[in-house]
């Protein structure tokens, strides 16, 4: 049982929105601690998606963003593509600095 | 280029020690922390630990706390994950990254299989 919680799965067709949800509690995401989203591809090392909860490191294109709010952050794919189709991770910190991953998200593009 | 390039896929037997490593290049190694991150067969990622290779502090999740230790040799640029005793539930991937604020670089992974 992850310390962040996210949805296991979400769906969308080509060229919809999605939005992934990570929620936290007062000792990880809502003490103010940054979230970060990686997107883990089948067979792949994870990628760094969104840093400091809501930039995009150079390369990403700018249909991913980031949002946080109180103890909770979102992931928001606009205009699905089907290179989408992946597992994706959030992040934060807990007290003392341990690192926190939410448990995933697997993304189908329909 | 940064880089973190890890040592190769390890099959081992419950009991055994093992030690795995990961090489940065392309940075003053020295200045980043670097961390270890588990992925068992199809479960999600999760945060090991992290060592500052400057003066090796280290912080570990509780849930590996006492059951793997992280070291780093900055004068070959090199961290290392080790176990004293390997239990089939150390089967799995793991990986290194390079971290700021976020994990932004990552090494390939290195497969741990633990098998009698």
């Known amino acids: 049982q992850s310390v962040l919680t996210q949805p296991p799965s979400v769906s969308g067709a080509p060229g919809q929105r999605v939005t992934i949800s990570c929620t936290g509690g007062s000792s990880n995401i809502g003490a103010g601690y940054d979230v970060h989203w990686y997107q883990v591809l089948p067979g792949t090392a994870p990628k760094l998606l969104i840093s400091g909860n809501n930039n995009r490191p150079s390369g990403v294109p700018d249909r991913f963003s980031g949002s946080k709010s109180g103890t909770s952050a979102s992931l928001a794919i606009s205009g699905l593509q089907a290179e989408d189709e992946a597992d994706y991770y959030c992040q934060s910190y807990d007290k003392n600095l341990r690192g926190v991953f939410g448990g995933g998200t697997k993304v189908t593009v329909l | 280029e940064v880089q973190l390039v890890q040592s190769g896929a390890e099959v081992k037997k419950p009991g055994e020690s093992l030690k795995i490593s990961c090489k940065g290049s392309?940075?003053?190694?020295?200045?980043?922390?670097i961390g270890w991150v588990r992925q068992m067969p199809g479960k999600g990622l999760e945060w090991m630990g992290v060592?500052?290779?400057?003066?090796?502090?280290?912080r570990y999740s509780p849930s590996f706390q006492g059951q793997v230790t992280i070291s780093a040799d900055k004068s070959i640029s090199t961290a290392y994950l080790q176990w004293s005793s390997l239990k089939a539930s150390d089967t799995g991937i793991y990986y290194c990254?390079?971290?700021?604020?976020?994990?932004?670089?990552w090494g390939q992974g290195t497969l741990v299989t633990v098998s009698s």
């Open positions: 990254a390079r971290r700021t604020a976020a994990f932004e670089y």
């Open positions: 392309g940075y003053t190694f020295s200045n980043y922390w």
């Open positions: 060592i500052y290779p400057r003066d090796s502090d280290t």
